[in-house]
């Protein structure tokens, strides 16, 4: 035991303050900083003493049910990334709304992203362009790859529609009926919208088993357990962290034979727009996760190497937010340059919002009528402002059918964006 003097000093260390509250770094990674890492047994005297100490500031988020006792520390990094998400989310958001051009196209494309990273991660076979044409056609899904795309973009318009709805068990059922529609085969079919009764396993991508979902007989109550924590505990949690621990633990409980992580992910996007966080619409979290590597897979082990400690998977996920934001942030800044080209190019307001709808989604096309439709103009009037698009590069005419639509020419835009944004500022 320390005494209260040795515990505060301790607390107001170099070490402690650098590599907990400005970082939060594991026993290895710290190990392998430390001068101390050359003493084996004066190193594991000083990692336990981090470890007490961390604990001892710690949140607990205690599952009795499964006599596993997750926990978290709220450093300072923690903090400044909910205030800095929150921040340039807000920021974002509340400029995406002030563009009204481009407003539902924006979030429509946000949520189309999130559909397709989703299912591409979870391993859905497919591209970018096809799984874009497949979600604005309106076609029934001819494959088991549509249907995981269908199912994650109805998913995330459940969510939506039903934000105000309390978390509940069925509400979890009912995500996960909707993530797995028409994807599930054999024995698993039978379990869609259900917990599995049976054990199920995680394999890496070398066939070695990652973890082990809890027994079957106390997910009920696992489950039961995890929302109460999450909605009502007794402590402060920011919103953004509710919704972290809820993909955790759902991720750990493993409550179904398949769409776990689907299902995880989307109850993160559930939890955080219950408590009116807009911003989160924007974003696509599994397309952070698929550029990652396997960081997304080390933050779940780092966990469980470190006593339970929910901090390192948090830490990444806040990451991947202000990560995905900064994605974000640079679209919304493209959109606003296009605005440039009004002058020189002698274009008027609805051909300008007209190229910042179609930059969203090179593969998204327009028809005259439709364009005509957009800005209450007659159809000869659509018909020229395109055609003159199409003259100055920005658009290309295809045959469709016996109809004519058009295509945003991207990288012709981006380059005549570039040289105004030059020009504007010399």
Same mark, same amino acid.
């Given at each position: ?19 907990? /509250? ?73 400029? @995406? ?18 559909? @397709? ?14 799984? $874009? ?60 919208? $259900? ?37 009502? /505990? ?71 190497? /470190? ?44 051909? @300008? ?44 005419? !295809? ?15 981006? !380059?005549?964006?570039?040289?105004? !944004? ?5």
């Amino acid at each position: 035991m320390f005494s209260p003097k040795e515990d505060f000093d301790f607390m107001n260390s170099e070490t402690w303050l650098k590599y907990t /509250h400005e970082r939060y770094l594991g026993e290895d990674e710290l190990k392998h900083r430390s001068n101390l890492g050359h003493e084996p047994l004066k190193w594991d005297e000083y990692w336990q003493r981090i470890m007490v100490t961390r604990k001892r500031g710690a949140v607990p988020v205690f599952l009795d049910s499964i006599n596993l006792k997750f926990w978290f520390f709220p450093s300072d990094s923690i903090q400044k990334k909910l205030i800095e998400i929150e921040r340039l989310g807000t920021q974002l958001y509340d400029k @995406i709304v002030a563009h009204s051009e481009f407003k539902e196209s924006f979030l429509a494309d946000a949520e189309i992203e999130e559909a @397709i990273s989703s299912a591409i991660y979870e391993g859905a076979n497919t591209t970018r362009a096809k799984a $874009k044409q497949l979600l604005e056609s309106g076609k029934r899904p001819a494959s088991k790859d549509d249907w995981m795309l269908l199912n994650n973009f109805e998913a995330l318009n459940w969510i939506k529609e039903n934000r105000s709805n309390q978390l509940t068990t069925d509400s979890i059922l009912k995500i996960h009926q909707i993530v797995t529609k028409n994807t599930l085969t054999g024995d698993d079919a039978n379990f869609c919208g $259900k917990f599995r009764n049976d054990s199920v396993v995680v394999n890496s991508a070398l066939g070695r088993i990652v973890h082990e979902g809890i027994h079957f007989s106390k997910i009920n109550d696992a489950i039961k357990e995890t929302i109460q924590k999450v909605t009502s /505990h007794p402590r402060y949690l920011h919103p953004l962290i509710k919704g972290i621990l809820l993909h955790y633990l759902i991720a750990y409980i493993h409550p179904f034979f398949d769409g776990n992580g689907r299902t995880a992910r989307t109850l993160f996007y559930f939890k955080s727009m219950k408590h009116d966080l807009k911003f989160v619409e924007l974003l696509s979290i599994s397309a952070h996760l698929k550029n990652s590597g396997n960081h997304y897979e080390r933050a779940f082990e780092k966990v469980k190497k /470190h006593d339970w400690d929910l901090t390192y998977f948090i830490d990444y996920c806040l990451e991947s937010l202000l990560a995905a934001l900064k994605i974000v942030e640079g679209k919304v800044a493209y959109l606003i340059k296009i605005n440039l080209l009004k002058v020189p190019f002698s274009i008027n307001e609805n051909q @300008i919002g007209l190229l910042q709808r179609l930059a969203l989604n090179k593969y998204r096309p327009v028809s005259i009528e439709k364009y005509a439709e957009e800005i209450n103009k007659s159809r000869e009037v659509a018909r020229q402002e395109l055609k003159t698009l199409v003259e100055l590069g920005f658009l290309r005419e !295809e045959k469709s059918g016996k109809k004519f639509v058009y295509f945003v020419e991207s990288k012709k835009l981006k !380059e005549k964006v570039s040289h105004e !944004e030059v020009m504007s500022i010399l």
